[in-house]
């Protein structure tokens, strides 16, 4: 039984004391950090008018400061979340009712796994859930949703009786390498030699560079928002950031930040943007100017990689979809978000539908293991 606490909603991130929300944050994860929050805020990237109300829902300790904190936000939409629930918002607005605004537990436009339950106090993990399905009930709300949960928090969500999603994204692992080297020498000789002739092709008559801390200039940005430009309008339409998003990114967070740009005559013509977590690099934003052959791959997949060993990285996660990573070592992962609805006719429709695609996404990940480009039984094929 969950003893009662009380629970509050704040102004957004940047309400908080910044030392305070990162003392619930921890420092692994640099996404759900109160730097990271606060500019999307600041920028103007994920205010009301976005469509993100930040309204963060913190457990005070008996100190007077956040113990436990949600990262929440007010939806009027479902843009910006990789995990689609559109059909269930024409099904819930089919019936009469009014699917948004909806309690989002996440970081906008982000779908990087990370913590969602913030906890100085692990303790307070049950109350803080408690409060999220309190707030979505006292204001009639259609539902709450955490996405991309830590798989470690997966079962405190699933305790409180959340329903689970899963999906998968494409992850690479560091089985210790030394070098890309070493990384090749795990894969069957095809492969290999499939991704040293990409590597060759996407960076002829270029030079690669790899930028962070002070390194990383306003004219850098400038660059690079017009690669980040030209990659929206084309994926969703519209950009989710502001230009000012990577100012202030560049200002608060740039020893956080690995900028990879590829420069022809000196010019950069296209970009891959990093953040860096305590074990793992978290592929983000790409972007280009000038069409070259396997460019993307070598500045989002190959330069990543590079990067992850030589800072002894366990991981590199490079965003969501893309089965073209399979073939250049990143491998299939399970996915996890928790949803509550507190309607039993609609949740019990979501729980047989959710039963049936977790069914399918975990046959999904099991076929793709087999064509992962590693060697099989030691044989190089």
Same mark, same amino acid.
């Given at each position: 039984?969950?003893?009662?606490?009380?629970?509050?909603?704040?102004?957004?991130?940047?309400?908080?004391?910044?030392?305070?929300?990162?003392?619930?944050?921890?420092?692994?994860?640099?996404?759900?950090?109160?730097?990271?929050?606060?500019?999307?805020? %600041?920028?103007?990237?994920?205010?009301?008018?976005?469509?993100?109300?930040?309204? &963060?829902?913190?457990?005070?300790?008996?100190?007077?400061?956040?113990?436990?904190?949600? &990262?929440?936000?007010?939806?009027?939409?479902?843009?910006?979340?990789?995990?689609?629930?559109?059909?269930?918002?024409?099904?819930?607005?089919?019936?009469?009712?009014?699917?948004?605004?909806?309690?989002?537990?996440?970081?906008?436009?982000?779908?990087?796994? !990370?913590?969602?339950?913030?906890?100085?106090? &692990?303790?307070?993990?049950?109350?803080?859930?408690?409060?999220?399905?309190?707030?979505?009930?006292?204001?009639?709300?259609?539902?709450?949703?955490?996405?991309?949960?830590?798989? %470690?928090?997966?079962?405190?969500?699933?305790?409180?009786?959340?329903?689970?999603? *899963?999906?998968?994204?494409?992850?690479?692992?560091?089985?210790?390498?030394?070098?890309?080297?070493?990384?090749?020498?795990?894969?069957?000789?095809?492969?290999?030699?499939?991704?040293?002739? %990409?590597?060759?092709?996407?960076?002829?008559?270029?030079?690669?560079?790899?930028? *962070?801390?002070?390194?990383? /200039?306003?004219?850098?940005?400038?660059?690079?928002?017009?690669?980040?430009?030209? *990659?929206?309008?084309?994926?969703?339409?519209?950009?989710?950031?502001?230009?000012?998003?990577?100012?202030?990114? !560049?200002?608060?967070?740039?020893?956080?930040?690995?900028?990879?740009?590829?420069?022809?005559?000196?010019?950069?013509?296209?970009?891959?943007?990093?953040?860096?977590?305590?074990?793992?690099?978290?592929?983000?934003?790409?972007?280009?100017?000038? /069409?070259?052959?396997?460019?993307?791959?070598?500045?989002?997949?190959?330069?990543?990689?590079?990067?992850?060993?030589?800072?002894?990285?366990?991981?590199?996660?490079?965003?969501?979809?893309?089965?073209?990573?399979?073939?250049?070592?990143?491998?299939?992962? &399970?996915?996890?978000?928790?949803?509550?609805?507190?309607?039993?006719?609609?949740?019990?429709?979501?729980?047989?539908?959710?039963?049936?695609?977790?069914?399918?996404?975990?046959?999904?990940?099991?076929?793709?293991?087999?064509?992962?480009?590693?060697?099989?039984?030691?044989?190089?094929?």
């Amino acid at each position: 039984m969950v003893e009662p606490v009380t629970a509050r909603t704040a102004e957004g991130v940047t309400s908080i004391d910044r030392d305070a929300w990162d003392a619930c944050a921890g420092n692994g994860n640099p996404f759900v950090s109160h730097d990271f929050l606060s500019i999307l805020e %600041e920028s103007g990237s994920a205010i009301a008018h976005t469509g993100w109300q930040p309204i &963060p829902i913190v457990v005070d300790g008996a100190d007077g400061r956040p113990a436990a904190i949600l &990262p929440a936000y007010a939806k009027s939409h479902s843009q910006g979340e990789y995990v689609f629930d559109h059909a269930w918002a024409d099904a819930w607005q089919r019936a009469g009712g009014d699917y948004y605004p909806k309690l989002q537990i996440a970081v906008p436009f982000s779908p990087v796994p !990370g913590p969602r339950l913030l906890l100085r106090d &692990p303790g307070l993990a049950p109350a803080l859930i408690a409060a999220a399905e309190a707030l979505v009930e006292q204001h009639g709300l259609s539902s709450a949703h955490a996405t991309f949960v830590a798989p %470690e928090q997966v079962p405190l969500f699933e305790a409180a009786g959340w329903l689970i999603r *899963t999906d998968r994204q494409f992850h690479w692992a560091n089985r210790g390498y030394g070098s890309f080297d070493d990384f090749l020498d795990a894969l069957a000789s095809r492969k290999r030699k499939a991704i040293r002739k %990409e590597r060759a092709t996407a960076v002829a008559g270029l030079e690669i560079v790899h930028l *962070t801390g002070a390194a990383i /200039e306003e004219r850098h940005w400038d660059a690079f928002w017009r690669f980040y430009q030209d *990659t929206g309008s084309r994926k969703w339409g519209r950009p989710y950031l502001t230009r000012r998003f990577f100012s202030l990114l !560049g200002r608060r967070m740039a020893d956080r930040v690995l900028l990879m740009l590829a420069l022809r005559d000196g010019e950069p013509i296209a970009g891959a943007l990093n953040l860096i977590g305590a074990d793992t690099l978290y592929g983000r934003y790409w972007g280009c100017t000038e /069409e070259v052959p396997f460019l993307h791959f070598e500045l989002c997949y190959y330069q990543a990689i590079d990067a992850a060993i030589a800072r002894g990285l366990a991981r590199v996660e490079a965003g969501a979809q893309g089965e073209h990573k399979l073939a250049r070592g990143y491998e299939p992962v &399970p996915t996890f978000s928790a949803h509550f609805i507190p309607h039993a006719g609609f949740r019990n429709a979501v729980a047989d539908y959710l039963d049936q695609e977790r069914r399918a996404v975990a046959a999904n990940i099991e076929g793709l293991e087999e064509y992962t480009p590693f060697r099989k039984g030691g044989v190089s094929l």
